[in-house]
């Protein structure tokens, strides 16, 4: 991914991040009364505001910092969602179980990370390009795999089998893991407010996600 640093947003200055998904869908209102809609992203972007709640003076230095060192919206980081950042349920633990990377054919090594999220009704399939190193857990037909046999590059979300353990055709491979979201800042400009001694507040430090 171009244009990035491989550093997080300080978790401790995230923690009252609100934001999610954004989509975006063209709706046309016909004459007849119906509607004609379509959708003009085929993956949602998620978009965060981590500005809000009272600070220290050291904390609005270090996103001070850390917006300097990005160059502003010039080179993007990882970000951790509060909600969503794993590969199941946030409620629930992390297995080599929670989602599906495709089916071997005895040739292929290379699988990329991803997430679906759906019900009866549809789903949506999203690429994980920024797993946490450490995290990654791999299933290949329901059996786990030792560490050595694979490996996770965490730059790309992209799963490598070594050689004598690349899965066998029809083989179904799955995968849990945590994950940083690949953001930039959405603001040219940081706006500091000191609202009290030694402490002050960022109204707002907007972040839009990167699509890998």
Known sequence: MAGFHEVRFPLRLS??????PVRRT??????????????????????????????????????????????????????RDPLDCRSGRPDQPVTALDQAL??????????????????????????IAKPVAGTVVVAVDGVVKAAGT????????????ASGHVPAAGASVTAGFEFD??????????????????????PAIPLMEILP
């Open 26 to 79: 063209d709706i046309v209102n016909l004459s007849n009364g119906r509607e004609s809609r379509n959708s003009r992203w085929r993956n949602a972007r998620r978009a965060y505001d981590a500005g809000s709640g009272i600070r220290s003076i050291g904390d609005l230095y270090e996103v001070l910092e850390f917006f300097e060192a990005r160059g502003g919206e010039l080179y993007g980081f990882r970000f």
């Open 181 to 202: 979201v690949p953001v930039r800042f959405a603001t040219g400009w940081i706006d500091v407010n000191l609202t009290a001694f030694n402490a002050g507040r960022i």
């Open 15 to 20: 923690l009252s991040t609100s934001g999610g």
């Open 150 to 161: 694979f490996s996770c590059d965490v730059a790309t979300g992209v799963v490598s089998f």
């Open 102 to 127: 495709g089916i071997g054919d005895g040739a292929k090594a290379d699988f990329q990370l991803a997430k679906t999220y759906g019900d009866a009704g549809g789903s949506s399939l999203r690429v």
